[in-house]
């Protein structure tokens, strides 16, 4: 093993002045020391660092010992605990020697170790507070009879608080009140005593006796102010007061025994209470005027008219008198004797209305939508006719002169007169639906339908539309209660989250409509669902009612059926929109059909208010009426035309029913050897065409289609 040696070393490092320094700006090498003479700050090398760039070593930098306030940097947050330390609740004050010392708080304040300061109890005094601190008066104790403190001042003159001070203005108007007031314990008033709004004057009965009292009160109404003067002294035993007319009243003696009525004396509206009338009492004939008077009893029988009394004789004229026994003489109650509005019942004129023929040379007028009624043979039940609710301008309608014949009807020449004609094809129609009736259905033929969830609308039986959300359902054409009788089923699925079924009516058999009521009729069931809607629209442009997506359509009205699972016929009335000349919509639906079966038939939208029974048309009828917007035609259809130049086959096709407008030609088309197209589609029909340069040009057009549909 090596022995130890001990090596003297003695180290020099590396010095100059910091301006030396900077200006060689010399590389110390890596853990070289390089010191300033002139300020004993270090830097240490790294090998690659020019002295300029190079930091000084921290413990370098202080400048002198002990430590200066510059040698502690801004930042450094020196921890309390490296202080010295300080008794709990002192404070740090600099000496009378400028030293920082620890000094207890004393006097008026003092301080907790938690830094809480509190006022000693008494020590404020006035001069401590501020000329404007405006102390909230709440910060002051209430001032009572017993308690010095704040007074809230008020202007009421009403109050009895023992608390509140008076204002000036408080003050003065208490005074103004009592001296405006009437002196409760008697006194003299200088001026008038006015009792406003018909108020009493009332003097009431002795205290010990009760509270009743008489008074005295002014009219409600007063054409004009009236003072009366009272006498100066009392009247004697029995004088009333009687007034001059003038407001003066004086003390007079009230008449008694008879009373004689001289010259003209009018009484109105008085009741005489058993009079005794004796000739020195009436005068002449002619010296009295009674005008509504009651008499209860007369004591002798009196003549004449409303003018005029005459004593002593019977009554004579239209009414005679026996005695106090009247009686009005026959024949001799003119029509000017009635009143106007003696509503005299039909029963007490002879005949009686209700047992005699009636003649009448004038018009005979049903007011208040009254009616004419015609009763059956035993009266139990009547027919009867009745106007509308409201009728524009006054319509009379003259009837024919003679019967028409068997199956005839009464037809309006539009400005009144009625006569007998045949309807046109032997059929009255007045459902404006095609096809309520569900019989046509020429795209499926009674098969089953699957709607598809959130498509367009789809046609179903003809003139019918339907669509669904939340999930595909199934529709189809069923037999109704009847033989040739239909209607239309839906069968709900789950999630389905609604379904509609709609209906739209061309402008052409429907504007007349506009501005009137109609009823609308329909056979609804539902196996689930209790709430059926329908929604009535009109087109926003003739006959263009847009898609589900973007309708084009404004609502008319919207209402309700409450349904059960039997069949039962519905109804309600629609007042249709003055607008709604474009066109009308009719649609149904119900929300979540999950399950189960909706059925709907016999659709009916008619004129008027009231609901009558379906309209059946003969199946022929409806077949051409749902043709005008939708024709299965024939297939195959195989042209038999004409060669046009030799190249091509032109087959006109006519369609059995003429259609709304040019329609949609649909089907598969081929043409032997060549190429067949559709050309020059009109509402009419359309043209076959076969295009080759072969001689098999024979075009064909098979499960053909032609749609116009609204």
Known sequence: MPTATTVPVKMAQRRDTAANWTSANPT????????????????LGTGSTAWTSLSYTPWSQVSTYPFVNADIASAAAIAYSKLA????GNIVLGSSANVA????????????????TAIASGVIVNADINASAAIAGSKIVAATTSVVGAVQLSDSTSTTSSVLAAT????????????????IAGGTLTGNVILDNQVDARFREATANGTNYVGFQAPATIAADVLWTLPATDGTAAQVLSTNGSGTLSWATAATGNVTLTGTETLTNKTLTSPVLTTPALGTPSSGTLTNCTFPTLNQNTTGNAATVTTNANLTGDVTSVGN????ASGVIVN????ASAAIAGSKISPDFGAQNITTTGNVTINSQGDARFGDADSSNYVAFQAPATV???????????DGTSAQVLSTNGSGTLSWATPAGGTITYNRVINGSMAVDQRNAGAAKTFTAAAALDYSVDRWYGYCTGANVTGQR???????????RFTGAASVTAIGFGHRIEQLNSADLAGTTATLSVDLANSLLTTVTWTAFYANTADTFGSLASPTRTQIATGTFTVNSTVTRYNTQISISGSATTGIEIVFTVAAQTSGTWTIGNVQLEPGTAATTFDIRPFGVELVLCQRYYQELSSPIIGQGYVLGGAAVRCPIFFPVRMRAAPTIGGTLSCGNGTGSVENVTASGFGLRGDGNSSNLSPQLTNGTASIEL
Do not use: C, H, M
């Open 325 to 328: 026994a009247t009686a009005i």
């Open 101 to 116: 010392t620890s000094t207890a708080v004393t006097g008026d304040i003092t301080i907790s170790n938690t830094g809480v």
């Open 392 to 402: 524009a301008a006054n319509v009379t309608w003259t009837l024919p002169a003679s």
């Open 85 to 88: 330390t300080l008794t709990s």
């Open 336 to 339: 000017a004797d009635v009143n």
């Open 28 to 43: 110390l090498l890596a853990g070289e020391i390089g010191i300033e003479s002139d300020t004993n700050k270090i830097k």
């Open 168 to 183: 000036p203005t408080a003050v003065k108007a208490a005074y103004d009140l009592a001296a405006a007031a009437l002196p």
């Open 478 to 488: 069923v037999q109704g209660a009847t033989a040739g009788q239909f209607r239309y």
